[in-house]
């Protein structure tokens, strides 16, 4: 057993098992079908993002350096640009990872269009940033709210997930993105399946999800913020995603350095930590720091190192052996 911790509700008690064989976390009983949905009433996907007016000073320095990355490394062609931004982050590579991360190691469009599925699509803020990287940008998400939010800003969003019969998002696809989308899922393994059935031969899924076995989840056990009970249904190991996806008829998958990123869940765990027993507020503070270095640190140098996991993998090419 890996712990208790309350829910969503202060009355709301789980229970989190670790898998002995594969190391992955899972809360065992379940919420059930008809109660899971109070869980995302007020889900932070349902909000629309909104760009802040004029930038100015060291502020819009960065936005300007970041863009001059993602125009070399992407293609893409957002203004301002500096002339030495990809230089300056193509040098410093944990914010070089964590660029490459919010681009969802997509490949440069060269020629024709290219199209990219975005499952679990929340409020459309990839779908902007794909749309920004010269893809054609489709997005699907079970919130009916988080759909909304898209189609208010003129992106192309339908209800459903990895099985739906919706036309729009038939494929086939270049590209299927999952960003924090698997763990909220009670089949895994039938998700992917859809997914590579959406992937014309040779297309790419990446999927991103809380680390079961980071150092986040290792320090902080009913404190973690990736555990998110009762959304998190299974968080799957590095090894335990590859293998499903080997499963689903994938080939090559491979997990990939996240880089720079574990500051903001760290301290929302150094957060959650303050409320329980035995854990004062300068010890959860401190710990919070320590962790999320350490784990930005795990993850620059190694692949399933800091507290979110990124895989890719591919569908086979056209007439090779799916077994």
Not at 147 to 176: M, T
Not at 291 to 296: F, M, P, R, S, V
Request: proline share 6%.
């Amino acid at each position: 057993m890996f712990d208790h911790l309350r829910g969503l509700d202060a009355e709301d008690l789980w229970t989190i098992w670790r898998c002995s064989h594969c190391h992955s976390l899972y809360p065992d009983p379940r919420p059930s079908d008809d109660s899971i949905g109070e869980a995302y009433e007020n889900y932070y996907t349902h909000d629309i993002e909104h760009l802040s007016g004029a930038q100015s000073g060291l502020k819009r320095c960065a936005v300007s350096s970041v863009n001059s990355y993602m125009n070399r490394r992407f293609g893409a062609c957002v203004r301002p640009a500096s002339k030495f931004g990809f230089i300056l982050f193509s040098i410093v590579e944990p914010l070089r990872l964590k660029l490459d991360y919010h681009g969802r190691h997509l490949y440069r469009v060269r020629e024709g269009e290219r199209r990219v599925l975005d499952i679990g699509s929340g409020n459309g803020e990839f779908l902007k940033r794909a749309i920004s990287l010269g893809w054609h940008a489709v997005g699907l998400d079970p919130d009916p709210k988080a759909v909304h939010a898209c189609r208010a800003q003129g992106l192309q969003s339908w209800v459903g997930f990895a099985d739906s019969e919706e036309p729009n998002v038939a494929g086939p696809f270049d590209a299927v993105t999952l960003r924090h989308s698997i763990e909220h899922v009670p089949d895994p393994r039938a998700d992917l399946r859809h997914c590579l059935r959406r992937l014309r031969p040779g297309g790419m899924i990446w999927l991103a999800w809380p680390n079961p076995n980071g150092t986040g989840a290792r320090i902080f056990r009913s404190s973690w913020r990736g555990l998110e009970a009762p959304r998190h249904l299974c968080i799957p190991s590095a090894s335990a995603m590859e293998d499903m996806l080997r499963q689903a008829g994938f080939v090559a998958p491979r997990v990939l350095r996240r880089g720079h990123h574990a500051r903001s869940i760290a301290r929302e765990s150094g957060r959650i930590a303050g409320y329980r027993p035995g854990w004062g507020n300068q010890l959860r503070k401190l710990l919070g720091r320590l962790e999320g270095w350490w784990a930005d640190l795990m993850a620059t140098f190694l692949p399933a190192g800091g507290d979110e996991l990124v895989v890719i993998a591919f569908a086979p090419e056209r007439g090779a052996d799916h077994a």
